[in-house]
Nanobody, 123 residues
């Protein structure tokens, strides 16, 4: 069992930055690839980024490539999402999730989910 708790969301102006964190419980954190997803009102949950178990490989959605960076610290059981050059269309609830399936991008491949943190980007 893995429990995930996100933090770091908030209100920011367009062009600004935020850093999201996701703290995981349990001693098997490094068994899981960790992903970030987001869901805007009225839209489906979509993939943002994923990092491999050890952190050596990453994958990003085209919409965030070059602006967002995913990383992890296995000693702290934490995964991060650094978000720069934020746009109003980045407004959403952001979720972290854990998967045993590697660098996958579909929600159904993730076994554990956090409760989400709201990110609002004003224009």
């Amino acid at each position: 069992q893995v429990q995930l708790v996100e933090s770091g969301g908030g209100l920011v102006q367009a062009g600004g930055s935020l850093r999201l964190s996701c703290a995981a419980s349990g001693r098997t954190f490094d068994s899981y690839a960790m992903g970030w997803f987001r869901q805007a009102p009225g839209k489906e949950r979509e993939f943002v980024a994923v990092v491999s178990r050890i952190g050596g490989s990453t994958r990003y959605a085209d919409s965030v490539k070059g602006r967002f960076t995913i990383s992890r610290d296995n000693a702290k059981n934490t995964v991060y999402l650094q978000m720069n050059s934020l746009k109003p269309e980045d407004t959403a609830v952001y979720y972290c999730a854990a998967t045993l399936s590697g660098l996958v991008t579909t929600t159904t491949r993730y076994e554990y989910w956090g409760q989400g943190t709201q990110v609002t980007v004003s224009s």
